[in-house]
């Protein structure tokens, strides 16, 4: 019998099983046939995003993309959103275009740290990266994360001839493309004035938008022809001649005034709001007759402070007030302020007021990572730390709107608010130029003011804060003949900023902060993120002896 009859048909099909595998090896490889550009080829890495591009962007998921359309990019800054017309309105960054877009339910909206939000989360100042397609509706939004944050600054210069801003030693340049927001609105530059408390958000050192922190009001007086020729005095530190057309620009804030002339006197606390003006009535300061009526104001909480045009006003019997249109402010800790009209004519008015509890801040979710927040163990990202004042940072918290509040040990700055400072031993501020001065007796770390252009203090174990000279120096009132070892104790809302003469000294913790006792007569300015910001003035005395200063508890705005 031949074997080879047996041999041929083996051989056949091995060799058939071999052209099989090899064919299928091929075709996987190829997966399928499939062009290197098909969308749905799920084996191509995504392409390494441009030089010079925002790092948080990367190429967007091919799922995303109906069939084969072609994606813009675009790095933006938000100017409004529409949710009722399902509307973004963004900025291009580096050029004043403006475009609108339109966004559905599978617009995929992400924070820099890839988590998922919803449209109404967007505000306008975001710093945003866009994906859409030829016909405007986005793809894709996504937080940005080149865009560096200097918190809460105040001395500053501005050259608008050059077009640059200097801070320090750091150079900021703006062009036509500049933003500027005032609580919440967009505004043009020259509404900003030096007294105002600003943050800068930067690309390198393109200056993008501004963000009015801590702003300022107006005041005038009415019906003062009795006192024109005398003194108004505001707080302690200014006083100036009283004219008919005297009208004053002020940081926004509470004041004590005093006006007087010949036998003519008057005092009173007012408010300053942000943008508004404070008219103060004199004629029940003098003997002009003028037709008055009454207000019975039923308040609740109990608590709650009543200012009437700008002017604070005890309620617990009727107000008598001038006939006519008068603006009321009502303000409690914890609860939504109310302002509005009223008018006066000559019967009695009731008027019931109830406030209503302050409803919880929404977190700045854009650029905030809580993915770890219950995971004590996982490492925080460094560019979550927000800087505190006077800290530039390079990081992706660049909601421009608001701030997250006080970190540990953090100081409010000039509006209230207060952050965490990175590699600072204790969290706080440092002073006008972030460079640092000793604090006799005093080992821990203490960051810069709300004036700050040095940035983070990072390992500094000399104590206080510099004070603007660039060298290091005794922290002021240390070495003060007279005061020997007494202290003077600051009391007031827990976690209010202290600042004495406007430089920042410590943030009261248990109620009370205490500090080295300096004579003479100084300012002290109390300030806490959502609370309207207080002004005192008080005498120290050379004595020795130790002084308590207890201040009212601050008002929620």
Known sequence: MNNSNYRLPIIVAVAGIFIIIVLSVIYVLTDGGKPANDPGNKSISQTPAPAGQDPAYTDPDPALIAGNEDLHHMNAIIKGVDPDNTLIIAQERETTAEYEFTYDGATDIRTAYNRQITATLLK?????SLDYNDENHLRRLTGSKDVEIYKNVLQRTQDDVLRKITVGDRLYRYEDDLLVMNDGYFVG??????????????????????????????????????????????????SMEITDDLYLTLEEGEYDIVVEHEDFYGEATIMIDRDMTTVLDMSAYTPQSALKGYCMFEITPESALLYVDGVLTPYGN???????????????????????????????????????????KTPDILYEDTSNANDSSAPVPADTVTPGPGSPQSGDIVDSTSDTGEGPGGAADGNGTGDT???????????????????????STK???????????????????????????????????GTGNAVMTIKSSEGAAVFIDDKYKGTIEGGSLSLPKTPGTHSVR????????????????????????????????
């Not at 306008?124 to 945003?128: A, Q």
């Open 124 to 128: 306008p100042g975001d710093f945003v």
């Open 189 to 238: 530059l020259d509404t900003v004035l030096d007294m105002d408390v600003i943050s800068l958000y930067s690309v390198g050192n393109h200056l993008c938008l501004i963000n009015v922190e801590h702003g300022h009001g107006y005041f005038k007086m009415v019906n003062h022809s009795y006192f024109n020729g005398g003194t108004l005095r505001v707080g302690k530190n200014m």
């Open 318 to 360: 009727a107000v008598e007030l001038t006939q006519g249109e008068h603006w009321i402010q009502v303000a409690a800790g914890g609860y939504t302020p109310y302002t509005g009209f009223i008018e006066i004519g000559d019967s009695i008015l009731d008027l019931n007021i109830m406030l209503l509890p302050a409803p919880s």
């Open 421 to 443: 400072t990175e590699g600072n031993g204790t969290g706080e501020p440092a002073d006008s130029n972030g460079t640092n001065e000793a604090a006799e007796g005093d080992d």
């Open 447 to 481: 960051p810069s003011d709300v004036n700050g252009t040095g940035g983070t203090t990072e390992s500094n174990d000399t104590g206080e804060p510099a004070d603007g000279s660039g060298t290091n120096e005794v922290a002021e009132g240390t070495n003060n003949p």
């Open 526 to 557: 109390l300030t806490k993120e959502g609370y309207i910001t207080r002004r005192y003035t008080i005498s120290v005395e050379d004595d020795g002896e130790d002084a308590e200063y207890a201040f009212p508890e601050m008002v929620a705005e």
